[in-house]
């Protein structure tokens, strides 16, 4: 399965050990096939240094550029085409959109609501990392932990 992840969900998944935390397990267990572009790693690597998550680093004992390698690691980059305006309200949301066109996303994962109230994108399901867990139909993640 092909997957993107929104930046918030990526945070949620790499600095805490909730649902989107599992999805990166599959990941690393090749169960799931992560992409990502490089205006999502740009908006990453900005939204991790803002002083809320420097706390959340600490105590996860990792910097930034150990996230962002790690991320980008266990990710195929693709190259997203420009695209109409979708979500005015908030455009960087559109790069989540264009990745997943480019990578052929089954799914995008996300917990932003202008993206959920899309609900699909070009036939691409956007849905919250629980509920694709469920879909998926795992009662278990992974045993490996990447933190």
Not at 18 to 23: D, K, N
Not at 49 to 64: A, G, N, P
Not at 92 to 106: F, I, M, R, S, T
Not at 110 to 120: E, F, K, P, V
Request: with cysteine; hydrophobic share 45%; proline share 7%.
């Amino acid at each position: 399965m092909r997957l993107v992840f929104d930046t918030n969900t990526v945070i949620s998944a790499l600095l805490w050990h909730g649902a989107p935390r599992h999805l990166l397990n599959y990941a690393h267990s090749s169960a799931v096939q992560l992409y990502t572009s490089l205006p999502l790693l740009l908006e990453l690597d900005e939204v991790l240094r803002r002083d809320k998550f420097l706390v959340r680093l600490q105590e996860e004992q990792v910097t930034v550029d150990d996230l962002l390698l790690g991320f980008a690691a266990l990710t195929t980059i693709v190259e997203p085409p420009a695209i109409t305006p979708v979500i005015l309200s908030d455009p960087d949301d559109d790069n989540v959109l264009a990745c997943a066109l480019a990578a052929q996303a089954d799914v995008v994962v996300s917990g932003d609501r202008h993206l959920l109230q899309l609900g699909a994108y070009s036939a691409i399901p956007i849905l919250p990392a629980g509920v694709l867990i469920d879909q998926m139909g795992h009662e278990s993640t992974p045993d490996s932990d990447p933190s």
